[in-house]
């Protein structure tokens, strides 16, 4: 079977770096789009020398060039995006920008050369819904003046068009929300959990924990979502749908603290801080996530290989010296 020349938007990203290292491992020939304002090339590194492969900087606000590099490629996997609630707080207008006009111009293109898209959604278009997430649900999101919630509005308008485009053009899309993911490779500068957790205990430092730690999350292994990324695209019923990409292990925010304490084996307290302190501002966090998973799992067969407690054991493993330095005596 050929493999389609693919262009993955924010491929310098961590999830857009796993994507592109599968495409590259399945003998495609793999073209990045970044802007590099959060992703690095370092993710790419290993890369850059491969047949097939290409680095393009470069914004998706960039009308012009999303033209000329869509109709290069037969499959488009757009997954750049200002994500992170830190960032996103920090740069309301930027997050429109980019989320929004860029996925516009993504999606248009792919339309007029009749190229196919994944787009990259976000489970937090559910808004403050009781889980388990049903695909089918209606999106209802808080009032538009809840600066929390900006990146949610984007993802939901991206969905939004990308559907009109279906209909009126033609366009071949599939809307994957992704879950939490996480890995070894993550950072956590703008606000991403567990690599936070991990770095402050590996230091010694305090554990962070925003609110009360009731809320819940379920995360999913960088490499179970890419396998169920790649299950999707080769699923035939899958196009023209939203699909939740996830896993239905929920677990508070203060037991993911405790348990990377017990993994690592640090002696760092867990301290509660109010989110105002947090982000400067009262925020609406949702309380509790987790995807219903039946039209994944019955669609693709798919579940995942890694359960929360072996996640942790990887991205603990990935910084030993980090980690040895945390743990010598007396400190």
């Known amino acids: 079977m050929k493999v389609p020349r693919i262009l993955v938007t924010g ?17 495609g020939r793999v073209t990045v789009l970044d802007d590099l304002s959060t992703g690095r090339l370092s993710n ?21 060039l999303v033209e000329r590099l869509v109709a290069a490629h037969e499959r488009v996997l757009h997954m750049a995006a200002v994500v992170g609630v830190r960032l996103v707080l920090a740069a309301p207008a930027r997050t429109v920008e980019t989320n929004v006009t860029g996925s516009l111009n993504v999606l ?49 308008l991206s969905e939004r068009t990308a559907f009109a485009l ?25 606000g991403m959990v567990l690599p936070n957790f991990v770095r402050q205990a590996l230091a ?14 379920s995360f999913l292994a960088v490499q ?29 925010i203060l037991e993911l ?4 304490v017990s993994v690592t084996g640090s002696r760092s307290p867990i301290v509660r801080m109010p989110y ?16 219903a998973l039946e039209r994944l799992a019955g669609w693709t067969g798919f579940r995942p290989h890694f359960d929360l407690d072996g996640i942790l054991r990887e991205v603990v493993a990935a910084a030993p010296r980090r980690r040895a330095r945390a743990l010598e005596p007396g400190r």
Do not use: C, M
């Open 44 to 64: 790419l590194s290993a890369w850059q020398d491969a047949p097939g492969f290409e680095f393009v900087q470069g914004s998706v606000t960039d009308e012009a």
């Open 276 to 291: 105002r302190e947090a982000y400067g501002i009262d925020v609406d966090d949702i309380p509790r996530r987790r995807p």
């Open 166 to 190: 279906a209909r009126s053009e033609g366009l071949r899309v599939l809307v994957v929300r992704f879950f939490n993911t996480v890995g070894a490779r993550q950072r956590g500068r703008y």
């Open 204 to 217: 010694g430092e305090p554990l962070t924990v925003f609110g009360d730690g009731t809320q819940t999350r």
């Open 108 to 156: 248009r293109a792919a339309a007029r050369h009749g190229r196919e898209v994944l787009l990259a959604s976000t489970s937090e278009v559910y808004g403050r819904r009781e889980p388990p997430f049903r695909e089918e649900a209606a999106i209802e999101l808080p009032h538009p003046e809840e600066r929390r919630w900006i990146y949610a509005a984007t993802k939901a």
């Open 224 to 252: 179970d979502a890419v396998r169920a990324v790649g299950l999707l695209l080769e699923t035939e019923r899958a196009w023209g749908q939203v699909v939740n990409v996830g896993s239905d292990e929920e677990v508070s």
């Open 11 to 27: 491929g310098a990203g961590f999830l857009g770096s796993a994507l592109v290292a599968e495409a590259l491992a399945q003998g």
């Open 257 to 260: 603290a405790q348990r990377v």
